[in-house]
T-cell receptor, first 111, second 115 residues
Framework: LAKTTQPISMDSYEGQEVNITCSHN???????ITWYQQFPSQGPRFIIQ???TKVTNEVASLFIPADRKSSTLSLPRVSLSDTAVYYC????????????FGTGTRLKVLA | DTGVSQNPRHKITKRGQNVTFRCDPI?????LYWYRQTLGQGPEFLTY????????KSRLLSDRFSAERPKGSFSTLEIQRTEQGDSAMYLC?????????????FGPGTRLTVL
């Protein structure tokens, strides 16, 4: 299972774009990259998943370079409600795959 | 709402008592996972089921912990002779199956406090 490294914390202001980068140097060929958001006292919430290049949905974009050794979650125009912990996970959902969470990135959005 | 549900949401118990938590996964999801999360840490994997079969257990799951998924639908996690170190949020997640893109969807968790 690939280990991931993320910044421990980030601060941003409302309306700004926030980019959180995750390093996963030993990602395997079959691994996907998945990001979750977690608010206090709630379960993690799926944000976005990708394998390569760029993926975009209604809440975020995920940028993955060709070597796939890192990925960047991009949150456009953040608001106070985006204050949360963001987790990057890599793995293959097939087989006996289980998620290995790190400590995540604590994003604080300031007014 | 047809998401993952967990009951109870909060449980306070005295050391030495037994507790049981329930998880109802998203309908037709074949896989069900249990995680434990302590303050300031990410969730830690405990065990998972493929339908009714328990396929993997973490070493975190001591002999005092047992999980079941008798009919491949809901699951229960029981902790016997609770200890203060068991105080944590217990999270349940489910996923559809074995496809590479079958992501896990988490429930709201059960907060256990052992006095």
């Amino acid at each position: 299972l690939a280990k991931t490294t993320q910044p421990i914390s980030m601060d941003s202001y409302e309306g700004q774009e926030v980019n959180i980068t995750c390093s996963h140097n030993n990602i395997a060929t079959n691994d996907y990259i998945t990001w979750y958001q977690q608010f206090p006292s709630q379960g993690p919430r799926f944000i976005i998943q990708g394998y390569k290049t760029k993926v975009t949905n209604e809440v975020a974009s995920l940028f993955i370079p060709a070597d796939r050794k890192s990925s960047t979650l991009s949150l456009p125009r953040v608001s106070l409600s985006d204050t949360a912990v963001y987790y990057c996970l890599v793995g293959d959902n097939r087989g006996t795959y289980k998620y290995i969470f790190g400590t995540g990135t604590r994003l604080k959005v300031l007014a | 709402d047809t998401g993952v549900s967990q009951n109870p949401r909060h449980k306070i118990t005295k050391r030495g008592q037994n507790v049981t938590f329930r998880c109802d996964p998203i309908s037709e999801h074949n896989r069900l996972y249990w995680y434990r999360q302590t303050l300031g840490q990410g969730p830690e994997f405990l065990t998972y089921f493929q339908n009714e079969a328990q396929l993997e257990k973490s070493r975190l799951l001591s002999d005092r912990f047992s999980a079941e998924r008798p009919k491949g639908s809901f699951s229960t996690l029981e902790i016997q002779r609770t200890e203060q170190g068991d105080s944590a949020m217990y999270l349940c997640a489910s996923s559809l199956g074995e496809a590479a893109t079958d992501t896990q969807y988490f429930g709201p968790g059960t907060r256990l406090t052992v006095l």
